[in-house]
């Protein structure tokens, strides 16, 4: 298979014939399974939690491709790769990041308050609308939270809490189910903590017994329904933007004053970024909000133009270097969470 299409070349774990095979392969002849896995040892972690609560059920957990509970349905889906260290590192090797266990663990408490506010039709409520906001607001991808605003809780990164109502519902109870939180303190007068304390107390009163379990699975997506191969997978995700088209060579100038002219014995600030990408893509996605895919583009479009200009940074230059760089990787992710555009042309 041709490596001209969205993927890249194994940078660790396994490559060449060894990943090219995985690639080829049908997900839904991978006979993946959850149980005897480091993932079902989590899940079982997130069943204990779920148990110590007292809490009346246990919401399915199934293989899918992405992380999610179907609109309405209590049931988690987690993604395939998950399940296989070898599909672990395929996916870590296309797309630059992959979950590692804390972050599977508040995914899972997170799903698992989505999965309790459909089980028991929470956002039905008035009560829920006052708290959480209409139901019915529409998602929006790219949203512009408001970096920490005490209206909403602190869980997955990015202020998530933000993005809908249903997804502030399923942080806050992530955030009460997660074990030695302390969230009665941690969220004092904060106005979040009337959102907690809701939580804690509508929990508490839920029936003994489960809700019936589901009667419709059609929106649902198992691996064994996933008859294309993992590379098709790949293929079909939302594309990077294309930041070179954005952006051009118009922070060419701004890339020579953060780093140096080629020097003997200085790494290429290319590699040096390379290296770099996966903390500056997270860190800055955690704090500003922005998608990764896109801030990873930007990352890799200046890496590309560091490359063509030649430049250098030297082991003297690297930690003003990082620091800077980080500094004008998030102005420009922030002008275009608020401003639809990196640079004004």
Known sequence: MAQDGPFKEGNDGFRGREALALLE?????????IDGTRLGDLIQQLYAEIDQRGLPFRPRCYLSDEWGCPEGVPVIGIPFYLANPMLASLEEQQTGDVEGEKQILMYLRH????????????????????????????YVEDYRPSPFSKKFVRHIPGWYAQKHPDEDFA????????????????????????????????????????????????????????????????????????????????????????????????????????????????????????????????????????????????AAQQEKALLRFAIVLTTLVVNHLYREKYVDL
């Open 25 to 33: 392969k049908r997900i839904s002849e991978l006979e993946l399974r």
């Open 111 to 138: 799903e698992s308050g989505h999965a309790y506010n459909y089980a028991y039709r929470l956002y039905e409520t008035e009560e829920w609308h006052t708290l959480f906001g209409p139901y019915t607001r529409p």
């Open 171 to 314: 942080e806050t109870f992530a955030v009460w189910l997660t074990p030695n939180s302390g969230w009665e303190a941690a969220y004092k007068d904060w106005p979040a903590l009337q959102k907690l304390q809701y939580v804690d107390r509508k929990m508490r009163e839920l029936p003994p017994t489960p809700p019936p379990e589901v009667s419709s699975l059609q929106d649902l997506l198992p691996v064994e329904e996933m008859t294309y191969t993992v590379a098709e997978h790949y293929a079909q995700q939302e594309p990077a933007p294309d930041v070179a088209q954005q952006v051009a060579a118009w922070l060419d100038g701004d890339l020579k004053d953060l780093f140096g002219a080629p020097e003997a014995g200085a790494e290429p600030a290319a590699r040096w970024i390379a290296r770099r990408r996966k903390d500056l893509v997270r860190d800055v996605a955690y704090w500003t909000g922005a998608r990764t895919k896109n801030i990873g583009a930007l990352v890799d479009h200046l890496a590309t133009r560091a490359n063509a200009l030649g430049l250098t940074v030297t």
